[in-house]
C-alpha cells in the first residue's frame, strides 16, 4: 500500500447525499478481484449514457475534475452494500481523499484499508472547500498535521491515531501482521517445543 502524507490538487465537488456503493460502481462490474481497472467504471450510470457516452455535465467529465484527486461530496457517503470494490473504483480513477460530512461505517474502514483518506468535516467547512473547486484552485491535505490548507486558511481535521498511523506508513492488513513477523516465528517456534502434540 502506498504511504499517504500530503495531498495537492483541485477537488471536484459531488453534491450528493446517500451516495451508495452501487453508485459508486455498479453490481455488473463487481466480477474481478483485481484492484486495477475499475476506474472507468467509477460512478458510471452517472458517467455515461445509454450509448456508453460520456454526459459532458458529469463533474468527473469535465477539466479539470476528470483529473482529480480530491472528492467532496454530501453526507453518508459510500452506505449500501459493503463491496470493497467501492474504494478500489474510486483509487483507480485517482481519487485518493473524500472529504464528507459522514460516511458509511463499512466504506469509510475500506478506505483506510487501500490507502484512501475519507475525512469527516461538517458542511460549512466543506462549503468553503466548494468555493475553492469552483474556483478551479487547488487544495493541500496534510495528514501528519491533520489539516487542508486553502489559500491562507486552514481548516484542521480529525482522525483515529491508528489509522492515521497505518496511511503514513502505508501499512494494510497483511503489512501489519508481517510487521510481527519474528514474533510470530519465535512464538511458533517456542509451541513446538513445549507443545509437539500440537504441530
Same mark, same amino acid.
Given at each position: 500500500?502506498?504511504?499517504?502524507?500530503?495531498?495537492?490538487?483541485?477537488?471536484?465537488?459531488?453534491?450528493?447525499?446517500?451516495?451508495?456503493?452501487?453508485?459508486?460502481?455498479?453490481?455488473?462490474?463487481?466480477?474481478?478481484?483485481? !484492484?486495477?481497472?475499475?476506474?472507468?467504471?467509477?460512478?458510471?450510470?452517472? !458517467?455515461?449514457?445509454?450509448?456508453?457516452?460520456?454526459?459532458?455535465? /458529469?463533474?468527473?467529465?469535465?477539466?479539470?475534475?476528470?483529473?482529480?484527486?480530491?472528492?467532496?461530496?454530501?453526507?453518508? /457517503?459510500?452506505?449500501?452494500?459493503?463491496?470493497?470494490?467501492?474504494?478500489?473504483?474510486?483509487?483507480?480513477?485517482?481519487?485518493?481523499?473524500?472529504?464528507?460530512?459522514?460516511?458509511?461505517?463499512?466504506?469509510?474502514?475500506?478506505?483506510?484499508?487501500?490507502?484512501?483518506?475519507?475525512?469527516?468535516?461538517?458542511?460549512?467547512?466543506?462549503?468553503?472547500?466548494?468555493?475553492?473547486?469552483? !474556483?478551479?484552485?487547488?487544495?493541500?491535505?496534510?495528514?501528519?498535521?491533520?489539516?487542508?490548507?486553502?489559500?491562507?486558511?486552514?481548516?484542521?481535521?480529525?482522525?483515529?491515531?491508528?489509522?492515521?498511523?497505518?496511511?503514513?506508513?502505508?501499512?494494510?492488513?497483511?503489512?501489519?501482521?508481517?510487521?510481527?513477523?519474528?514474533?510470530?516465528?519465535?512464538?511458533?517456534?517456542?509451541?513446538?517445543?513445549?507443545?509437539?502434540?500440537?504441530?
Amino acid at each position: 500500500m502506498k504511504k499517504f502524507n500530503i495531498l495537492k490538487g483541485i477537488p471536484a465537488n459531488l453534491p450528493i447525499t446517500n451516495v451508495d456503493t452501487d453508485m459508486i460502481v455498479p453490481k455488473q462490474f463487481l466480477k474481478t478481484i483485481k !484492484r486495477t481497472g475499475l476506474g472507468k467504471s467509477l460512478f458510471f450510470e452517472m !458517467r455515461y449514457d445509454d450509448d456508453g457516452n460520456k454526459i459532458e455535465e /458529469f463533474i468527473l467529465n469535465k477539466d479539470p475534475y476528470n483529473t482529480s484527486s480530491i472528492l467532496l461530496t454530501g453526507k453518508n /457517503f459510500g452506505c449500501g452494500s459493503s463491496r470493497e470494490h467501492a474504494p478500489w473504483a474510486l483509487l483507480d480513477f485517482g481519487i485518493k481523499c473524500v472529504i464528507s460530512p459522514s460516511f458509511a461505517d463499512i466504506f469509510y474502514n475500506n478506505c483506510f484499508k487501500n490507502g484512501m483518506l475519507p475525512i469527516i468535516l461538517d458542511e460549512k467547512k466543506i462549503e468553503a472547500l466548494v468555493e475553492y473547486s469552483k !474556483r478551479k484552485e487547488s487544495i493541500e491535505v496534510n495528514l501528519t498535521e491533520q489539516e487542508i490548507k486553502l489559500g491562507n486558511k486552514i481548516i484542521k481535521f480529525e482522525i483515529d491515531s491508528f489509522k492515521k498511523k497505518c496511511l503514513l506508513d502505508g501499512l494494510d492488513d497483511i503489512a501489519m501482521s508481517l510487521e510481527q513477523s519474528e514474533k510470530i516465528s519465535s512464538y511458533e517456534d517456542k509451541v513446538k517445543k513445549t507443545k509437539p502434540w500440537a504441530n
